[in-house]
């Protein structure tokens, strides 16, 4: 009875390796795949066409000098979260950036358990919006929240309050970001004089209100960015850029 109670023991345990051998080889494997895809922002980068990316602490260490070089148009570095947040890249990619002759400009995702006025504080505490080439963005989408309980009209109704706060204070129109099912669920229909800025992996906007930006990859590769950054075209010409800086 020993001797069966060992083996069976012994033949668990090999099994147990073998499987988890297999998995630790698939994850890494995985792993490494998830590094190495990526677009190059050259693919975009074409006489007519503007192009620029945004970025967060999560791109990691940029060079924004070596950005500059290869024709980027423009930048938006996130700032602020919530109530409370503050990117810990935000002032160094800012300031670096304009150092660099990029046009920048400062993006607040938004949390819905916070509200729109608390969040635009935040927001105007950290961010000079004045001093930045760019108008300010409101990122709203589902991702990443901690509160769904809220309906789509309270969660629209305190993204209002938070582009009231910030249009009052720095008399710039603020953009908003937002994927196409947050677009529909938040913003359609409302909020009919902000630009928009949509993002729509790999396929172009079909929304109902004429876009600004269009987010085109989220897997972007750029030199001089250590991790991946997103890419985003402008809809227009160096006319209708010109007009949305000055905005």
Not at 5 to 23: D, E, M, P, Q, R
Not at 58 to 68: E, F, R, S
Not at 81 to 88: H, K, Q, R, V
Not at 89 to 104: C, D, H, Q, S
Request: proline share 3%.
């Amino acid at each position: 009875m020993y001797r069966v109670g060992f083996l069976a023991v012994l033949l668990l345990f090999i099994g147990s390796f073998c499987v988890n051998g297999k998995h630790s080889k698939k994850h890494r494997h995985i792993r490494a795949n998830h590094r190495t895809v990526g677009v190059d922002i050259s693919r975009y980068m074409t006489s007519d066409q503007i192009v620029g990316i945004d970025v967060s602490k999560h791109t990691g260490i940029i060079n924004w000098d070596i950005i500059k070089r290869q024709g980027v148009d423009f930048a938006y570095i996130k700032s602020t979260e919530g109530a409370d947040y503050l990117d810990p890249r935000y002032l160094y990619n800012i300031k670096e950036a304009k150092e660099a002759g990029i046009p920048v400009g400062a993006y607040h995702f938004f949390r819905f358990h916070r509200t729109g006025k608390e969040q635009a504080d935040n927001f105007l505490s950290q961010v000079n919006v004045r001093e930045l080439d760019l108008p300010p963005v409101v990122d709203v989408e589902d991702w990443g929240q901690y509160n769904f309980s809220k309906n789509t009209g309270v969660v629209s109704a305190e993204v209002q309050s938070f582009i009231n706060n910030i249009e009052s204070k720095t008399n710039r129109r603020v953009v908003i970001y937002a994927d196409k099912n947050s677009y529909r669920k938040y913003i359609e229909g409302r909020f009919r004089n902000n630009p928009i800025w949509i993002c729509s992996i790999g396929t172009p906007p079909q929304i109902s209100q004429k876009w600004t930006l269009w987010q085109k990859s989220q897997r972007g590769k750029c030199s001089g960015a250590s991790g991946i950054v997103d890419i985003n075209l402008f809809n227009g010409d160096t006319k209708d850029w010109k007009e949305f800086l000055q905005n």
